[in-house]
């Protein structure tokens, strides 16, 4: 038990000592990379050609390599091998034929140049795994793990700052109409437009998410309700111009919530947006729905709430 908690502990360490990499500039750490390596030149010369330190030199090169990508690694796999060679032949080491330093530097020089692709590589799949499980893999849209914890932050954020935020809840109207009659590879299409189009008429800094078949959910961070009805007007002009050029029956229902003080959860906030939605819905649908909380959702004691719907 004793030998696992200590394991334990020795990833965490691990994992927060890769952490605090990421939070420095990646220029600085190519830089830091290329004086480690002049420091071991230094090392490898002060005790001599007899002692092999060309092992050691793979700590720049795979910080470079995991970090600057692979140019940048490819010329410190370079620098190392051709630096490694020169500091021993300086210390003194001799060899019976002139081409066999040249032979040994091409071989550390293949073996540098292996281990940072494969770094560089390993990188590039985890990414590529992070991306896919935080995205929606038919739209590219944010799927509802990464919604949440997005929303997570930002409520924290809106809390320490006391700015509003503000949560939309969208729903196709009549989509299953349009999977019965043009097919779902049409529906899919139509998903996608969705996205898109919600997407150009926002700004970076806002996210889009699909949450359910045909339900889709927009963080507006730092927005006030006022602000959010430009947005949110704009969204549903372009969806509407969208949907009439491919002459897609489809309207969209959707409820709009504005914070000044925020949930004590993300399902709190969701909830309360969906909620608007099928108000919406309830009331004819291809309509919006506003409302603003100026205190706490669920606080017993709330009393500035306004609503409406256009």
């Known amino acids: 038990m004793k030998t696992l908690k200590t394991k334990n502990l020795r990833e965490k360490s691990k994992l927060q000592f890769l952490d605090k990499l990421d939070t420095y500039d990646k220029n600085f750490l190519t830089v830091f990379g290329f004086i480690l390596i002049a420091g071991l030149a230094v090392i490898d010369y002060l005790t001599g050609y007899e002692i092999s330190f060309s092992f050691f030199y793979l700590i720049p090169v795979a910080l470079i390599a995991w970090y600057s990508g692979k ?24 060899f019976s034929h002139n081409l066999i330093p040249v032979w040994n530097a091409l071989t550390r020089l293949g073996f540098f140049v292996i281990v940072a692709i494969l770094l560089v590589k390993l990188k590039s799949s985890l990414q590529h795994e992070s991306t896919l499980a935080r995205t929606d893999f038919l739209t590219g849209a944010a799927n509802p793990r990464a919604f949440y914890e997005m929303t997570e932050v930002e409520i924290l954020r809106s809390k320490r700052y006391g700015r509003s935020l503000t949560l939309c809840y969208l729903d196709a109207d009549n989509f ?73 029956a489809v309207t969209f229902s959707i409820g709009v919530l504005t914070c000044a003080e925020m949930p004590e959860t993300v399902e709190q906030l969701i909830e309360s947006a969906d909620s608007l939605m099928y108000q919406v819905k309830n009331a004819g649908k291809d309509s919006v729905k506003f409302k603003e909380m100026a205190e706490n959702i669920y606080s017993p004691n709330s009393s500035s709430v306004k609503s409406s719907i256009s």
């Open 71 to 94: 140019n940048i690694a490819l010329v410190a796999t370079l620098v190392s091998a051709v630096v490694w060679q020169i500091v021993n032949l300086e210390a003194g080491e001799s």
């Open 176 to 248: 299953k109409q349009i999977n019965d009659t043009l097919g779902h590879q049409i529906g899919d299409e139509l998903l996608t437009r969705v996205v898109g189009t919600i997407k150009q008429s926002l700004r970076l800094t806002d996210v889009v998410a699909r949450i359910g078949g045909d339900e889709f959910a927009i963080l507006l961070p730092e927005t006030n309700q006022t602000q959010a009805r430009v947005a949110v007007n704009k969204v549903r002009e372009n969806l509407r111009r969208e949907m009439e050029r491919e002459k897609w």
